[in-house]
């Protein structure tokens, strides 16, 4: 299998090395849900890692189920939940294989998509429209993280794998998913580049 393996990540989160993670929920993820735009529903959360968006949408009331392969992201999420005394389904699988067995109503879909190697998008993607409830959104946010090696020599380089917005539009085209008009939200990140940040609806 292409690109990082449980190992890859394991290392990382025992050894501290995750300098995605903003050490609190993502400030889009809170806009959206102080706005209103996102309720509460069942949603998913693929790629959980430290767990910061898991607590924050059980603390208001979702039906939120986390999932992440690597044993160390699960057991971060669940002590976060356990020290807040929140409740959520944390679940150690694979994206690429995990089945429910009852639609989500949303997804949120911060990091796992530029953590997966670029051959395994198409897959990945199939698996989000699958767990999605026709109608349903898929509350996204699409890293952006060019290096020189990937512009100038078509280079394969990550994680983060710089998730190119005409990319996205192929992965998740039309008519499978909806997408709003542009521009998007820019959100800062404070040791990577930025994400834009957008609601696709699953056809």
Request: hydrophobic share 40%.
């Amino acid at each position: 299998m292409a690109g990082p393996t449980t190992q890859f990540w394991q290392d990382r989160f025992e050894n501290n090395l995750t300098g995605w993670d903003r050490g609190a929920p993502n400030p889009q993820l809170l806009a959206w849900l102080d706005s209103g735009a996102l309720q509460p529903c069942r949603i998913a959360a693929p790629g959980c890692g430290g767990g910061w968006e898991v607590a924050e949408l059980a603390r208001r009331g979702f039906d939120v189920t986390g999932l992440d392969y690597t044993p160390a992201a699960v057991a971060r999420t669940q002590a976060l939940l356990d020290a807040g005394g929140l409740r959520a389904q944390v679940v150690q699988a694979d994206v690429l294989s995990f089945q429910c067995a009852t639609p989500f109503d949303a997804i949120y879909e911060q990091t796992c998509l530029c953590a997966i190697h670029p051959n395994h998008w198409q897959k990945y993607a199939g698996q989000l429209h699958n767990w999605l409830k026709p109608g349903a959104g898929l509350w996204a946010l699409f890293m952006q993280v060019t290096r020189p090696g990937a512009t100038e020599d078509g280079l394969i380089q990550g994680p983060p794998y710089h998730c190119d917005i005409n990319a996205m539009r192929a992965l998740f085209a039309p008519p499978a998913w909806a997408w709003p008009k542009p521009p998007y939200a820019k959100v800062p990140h404070p040791h990577l580049m930025h994400e834009l940040a957008l609601r696709l609806t699953r056809a």
